[in-house]
């Protein structure tokens, strides 16, 4: 904790945005990312969207999951980046064409939009 204040310190100081990158989601990461959230004044996550993952759709998403001072929505916004460049993605078109595939195929899906 008292690593992450300096660096908060410095941060003003010198009047810079500070980036703290966590690769890995150990219980370790767990807390040290409960005490990002407690000392900095925002918090953006950004990760691959599990579920699209594991149909093999590389989709990332990111949200501002705190941000001090500023109105902002806590809704994950989808994105994958294409010859250097991030494109957004809209995820609600991917679920209902994997759906029209699916009941295509004779399956039907239940629930989603």
Known sequence: MTMLKQLK???????M???I?????????ANLL???EY???????MEFDEN????????RRMRIKRMKGVSHSMNWYYFTTAKGTIVPVD???IKNMLKNTLESLGIQVQGGQ
């Open 34 to 36: 409960n005490s990002i």
């Open 91 to 93: 995820i609600n078109e």
């Open 52 to 59: 699209m993952a594991n149909l093999g759709i590389p989709v």
């Open 9 to 15: 310190s410095l941060s003003r100081l010198y009047n």
């Open 21 to 29: 990158v966590a690769h890995v989601t150990t219980e370790d990461m």
């Open 39 to 45: 000392v900095f004044d925002g918090v953006i996550e």
């Open 17 to 19: 945005v500070t980036f």
